[in-house]
């Protein structure tokens, strides 16, 4: 098992470190605030240092939880566990349970829609509702996704990956470039050291076309157990990767009871470009 030394910053991320020792790793956590349980799921190449803005906005009338998945943020980086999103929402399934999460709301962006709503699907009778930021719950068949997710598994990218940390530098920083301070960005450079601890960005791309199945299995199920619960979509406009045009259609599809907010001067790192607005959102929407 390998763990990670970092040590965020009490003035980036004012939030007190708890752990679960799950089947497959010590899984580390936040869990802040009292009243209705807000779960915050997070993707790649990101954290839960990613959902601070929104804890520290909610946490006065929420229970905010927002995990780091296994291989990310100071998870540990397990020997033997693949990384892949079925294995990820196995164990946030485990945190619920142990959590005894009950009347839940569960967002998620990027691979932390179809692994929050993976653990949902199987709990569905204790979810309250549903937020979804630039995300999919379905096959990924956009050309240019699949291309990435070639490219990025091709031995080349895969040490690029490893030994540049490429997804962190090039994709994650260059995007939110004007929202982060040098010390934010240190933040998501921090928790990825090393090759070592970069194991999970390695994997995550190939998943977009892997994952293929359990994500056919999203498609169906969460429109049948969950698609009568309130659910909100607060979208980044700008995404190239999730694009609105695209996915918003299939959201609207999936829920019965569905706001949309369009957020037209975010990309796909929501919680970064518009927290505010999504704060805002989730208080409307979930009183």
Known sequence: MMTIDFVPDRDLYPFDSRWFDSSAGRVHYIDEGAGPALLFCHGAPSWSFLYRHLVRDLRDGYRCVAVDQLGF??????????YTIAEHTAVLGELMDHLGLDDVV???QDWGGPIGLGAATARAERIRGI???NTVFWPVTAKVNRAFSAIMSTAPMR???LERNFLVEQVLLKDLRRELSAAEADHYRGVQPDPAARQALAVTPGEIRAAGPLLARLATEVPA???HKPALAVWGMRDRV????DCLPRVRAAFTDLEVVELPDAGHFVQENAPAEIAAAIRRRFP
């Not at 943020?73 to 693949?82: H, I, M």
Request: glycine share 24%.
């Open 225 to 227: 157990t969950l698609g």
């Open 131 to 133: 937020v979804l930021g």
């Open 159 to 161: 040490r690029r990956i």
């Open 242 to 245: 999730f694009r609105p045009a």
């Open 73 to 82: 943020g100071l998870s540990e980086r397990p020997a033997g566990f693949g």
């Open 106 to 108: 569960v967002m998620g």
